[in-house]
């Protein structure tokens, strides 16, 4: 059941970074139930494809495997783009990732690995995009997904350093590019259950209900929450909104615990 109108994206394209699993794949599928042509890309190629495979059964979605660290990858995103569909109306940059650590522990390669991920690889795929497509069209749309850092992350201290320069990031490109009809704005997620934190061992279990007991509306968020929360910036509903982020993480960003993960390591 969706609120919103079913041809809301009709005619457009959209590309979702990290749209083959978790919150991003709920984006991309909301978006082709909204009328949306749709790419994603992500770097395993096997699981990528199965998911373009599925989403296919909604409407247009094409894949192709990308690091988003890369440069030249996203080029050959972008590539794939122009002969498909010769335009791009809306970025969703989802993917992103970390590791849970103490920040006195995070050894070079790891903190690099990150902030290349969350920093500089949606830097390069929001250059390229808006380059490429967004800038000459003179209209386009840009959604990222961060996390809730603004009293910083403790526990995860890169992917809050990283997240909060994509936020501030934001607000540049917002300003710069307003000219060229183009919005930026951002979403910050509280615990979503989501494959992603399928990914972390023991004992986050333990962890995720301590946060679920500490949140003001006593529970996690849902993948189709952040998705909802897209489709209203990436979409005319929201045309006179850049430079903004929107929380989705039921009152977390004013009112959660957050030392929860550092006291898991015991130190
Ligand atoms: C504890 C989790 C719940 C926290 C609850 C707090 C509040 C909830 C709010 C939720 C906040 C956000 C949640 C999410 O984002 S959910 C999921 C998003 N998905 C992921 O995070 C995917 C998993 N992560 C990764 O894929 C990686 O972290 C990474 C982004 C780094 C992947 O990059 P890459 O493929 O290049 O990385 P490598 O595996 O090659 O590792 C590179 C080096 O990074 C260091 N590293 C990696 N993993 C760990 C680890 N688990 N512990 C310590 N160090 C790690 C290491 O130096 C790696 O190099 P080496 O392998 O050579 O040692
Ligand atoms: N779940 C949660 O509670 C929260 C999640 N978030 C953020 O939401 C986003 C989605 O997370 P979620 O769905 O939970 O987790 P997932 O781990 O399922 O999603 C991460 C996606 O990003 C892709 N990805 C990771 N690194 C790269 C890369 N270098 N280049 C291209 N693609 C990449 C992965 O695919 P592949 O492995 O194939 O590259 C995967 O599809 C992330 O940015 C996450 O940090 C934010 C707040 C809370």
Redesign the pocket.
Same mark, same amino acid.
């Given at each position: 059941m969706s609120y919103y109108a079913p041809d809301l994206f009709k005619d457009k394209v959209a590309l979702v &970074? !990290? !749209?083959?699993? *978790?919150? *991003?794949?709920?984006i991309a599928e909301t978006l082709l139930q909204h009328g949306a042509k749709v790419c994603i890309?992500?770097?395993?190629?096997e699981?990528?494809a199965e998911a373009a495979r599925t989403l296919s059964k909604l409407g247009t979605c094409v894949y192709r495997?990308?690091?988003?660290?890369k440069s030249e990858e996203v080029e050959a995103v972008a590539d794939l783009i122009q002969e498909e569909f010769g335009r791009l109306d809306v970025l969703v $940059? $989802?993917? !992103?990732?970390?590791f849970p650590s103490l920040a006195r522990h995070i050894n070079d390669k790891g903190w690099n690995a990150v902030i $290349?991920? $969350?920093l500089n690889?949606t830097f390069y795929v929001s250059r390229v995009m808006a380059e490429r497509f967004f800038i000459p069209q003179q209209a386009g749309n840009i959604v990222t997904?961060?996390?809730?850092m603004a009293s910083g992350f403790p526990g995860m201290a890169h &992917?809050g350093a990283a997240?909060a320069g994509v936020e501030n990031l934001t607000k540049s490109i917002a300003q710069e590019w307003a000219r060229f009809n183009i919005r930026a704005n951002c979403v910050?997620?509280? &615990?979503?259950?989501?494959? *992603?934190?399928?990914?972390y061992a023991e004992p986050v279990r333990q962890l995720l209900d301590q946060l679920k007991e500490d949140n003001l509306m006593q529970r996690? !968020?849902t993948?189709e929450e952040?998705a909802n929360a897209v489709l209203f910036l990436a979409s005319p509903l929201s045309s006179y909104t850049s430079g903004i982020t929107l929380q989705v993480d039921g009152l977390d960003h004013l009112h959660a615990n957050r030392m929860r993960l550092v006291n898991l390591f015991n130190e």
């Open positions: &970074t !990290g !749209g083959r699993s *978790g919150i *991003g794949y709920a890309c992500s770097r395993k190629e699981p990528l495997p990308c690091d988003i660290r $940059n $989802n993917a !992103g990732g970390q $290349n991920t $969350n690889g997904i961060i996390v809730n &992917t997240r910050a997620p509280g &615990t979503i259950i989501s494959s *992603g934190l399928d990914t996690h !968020g993948m952040v």
